[in-house]
């Protein structure tokens, strides 16, 4: 048997405020999910995405440390517009959540922004810029 991608995993401090942040972008989180230490969603294109507590992560491993100095993960999140990017990170950054990079249009033909979720991972952003 091959081995095959099946999902992505964030390690957050807030569960709640890591699922919040996620639901702003689009992402159909079940109602009540900051109640569990794990929580996960079924992505298009067969994926998941899960999440855990940091205790729940330092109780499997006693060795697990929270990571410093870097990203613990980086996710992207495509727009339909570079007008959609520009609302969306204003909307986020207006929510309170941190904007690391301010939209604007990359050279490889992009609108392209980043803001930080709960736990600091860069979120980008981005659309066509035709």
Do not use: N
Not at 17 to 29: M, P, W
Request: hydrophobic residues 45%; negative net charge; aromatic residues 10%.
């Amino acid at each position: 048997m091959t081995p095959r991608f099946d999902s992505f995993s964030i390690i957050t401090a807030d569960l709640a405020a890591s699922l919040a942040f996620y639901r702003r972008l689009g992402l159909d989180i079940p109602d009540g999910a900051e109640s569990a230490p794990h929580v996960e969603v079924h992505l298009p294109g067969g994926q998941r995405l899960l999440w855990d507590t940091e205790q729940v992560i330092a109780a499997l491993d006693p060795e697990w440390k929270r990571p410093a100095g870097g990203e613990r993960l980086a996710l992207a999140f495509a727009c339909d517009s570079a007008r959609e990017v520009d609302t969306l990170y204003a909307e986020l950054v207006a929510a309170g959540h941190t904007g690391h990079m301010e939209p604007w249009d990359a050279t490889w033909g992009q609108r392209y922004a980043v803001v930080l979720d709960p736990d600091g991972c860069g979120v980008s952003l981005f659309a066509p810029l035709s």
